[in-house]
């Protein structure tokens, strides 16, 4: 046999050897695309009812697929934004209004407050003092029960702007902690004692995923002007949106008790509704 000869008969059988291969690649693949024999498509048969076996899956394919229990990604929580100013108002629909009860909760005067509330379905917003909660634990759990909103007002009421971001730190969170233990959720909302705001109280209390809120209306109630002054403060303050500061600890606050029992019916017939803010994202 010639060179010649014995070369062609090699590339002859590399080429047989190719043509094996491409036609096991081909059956492999078969059960993924259509046969054609002369020009009508084979399909393959269809599945027999009931469960199918899994299709085993290359080795590198298991890092693909979740283990068993793994779910959806969880959205990270959203981050309360740092605030340059406190909320001073609500939005809402309508003659919207909100009542705010600051430095209880006080075992005088804040039990008269809820029954007036309870009496007529409103609710509320309590902005209280840890040292109070700790004192009466079981008023915050009423509040809790009767749909109010309790929010932060720091431990001791003390003036924020002369206080270090530590001391700041440690007046907000505390009270957090024993308004969760009592009320059963950590406050979404702080005030600052006196209105006295400043860039730490906003950066500390949006750390602690509190939103600030003020007021649109001081009755002043704790200089005791009379239950008649307060009445009519809230009576021409009234417009939507509006949010009514009074207090029910801090002092003698039976003038407070007395005038919300009076302005509050008369809220109601002229068409307010007395409701709490709800916490927005932006």
């Known amino acids: 046999m010639t060179k010649d000869q014995s070369l062609t008969r090699l590339l002859t059988r590399r080429r047989a050897l190719l043509a094996g291969a491409a036609a096991v690649g081909a059956a492999g693949t078969a059960g993924l695309f259509a046969t054609v024999v002369g020009e009508e498509p084979i399909r393959p048969a269809a599945p027999a009812a009931g469960p199918q076996p899994r299709r085993a899956l290359k080795p590198s394919a298991y890092r693909l ?50 029954d007036t509330l309870r009496e007529y379905d409103v609710r509320a917003m309590f902005f209280v003092c840890g040292e109070m909660v700790a004192d009466h634990r079981e008023l915050v759990a009423r509040m809790a029960d009767e749909g109010h909103v309790v929010g932060n007002h720091t431990w001791s009421h003390p003036l924020l702007t002369r206080l270090s971001r530590g001391r700041i730190h440690a007046e907000m969170e505390r009270t957090c902690d024993i308004v969760e233990e009592t009320y059963g959720e950590r406050p979404a909302w702080f005030r600052a004692p006196y209105g006295a705001w400043n860039r730490a109280t906003f950066q500390l209390g949006a750390d602690l995923g509190m939103e600030p809120l003020a007021w649109t209306v001081d009755t002043l109630d704790w200089t005791t002007p009379g239950t008649r002054t307060i009445i009519d403060r809230v009576e021409h303050g009234a417009a939507p949106g509006v949010v009514v500061l009074s207090h029910d600890a801090g002092g003698d606050r039976s003038q407070s008790v007395r005038a919300l029992r009076a302005y509050l019916p008369q809220l109601l017939d002229s068409g307010y509704f007395i409701t709490v803010p709800e916490r927005k994202y932006r």
């Open 65 to 114: 697929e979740p283990l068993t229990g793994y779910g959806p990604p969880r959205a990270a929580p959203r981050r309360t934004l740092v605030r340059r100013a406190p909320f001073l108002r609500v939005s809402g629909r309508g003659r919207t209004m909100v009542l705010t009860f600051d430095d209880g909760p006080d075992p005088r005067y804040t039990p008269h407050i809820l």
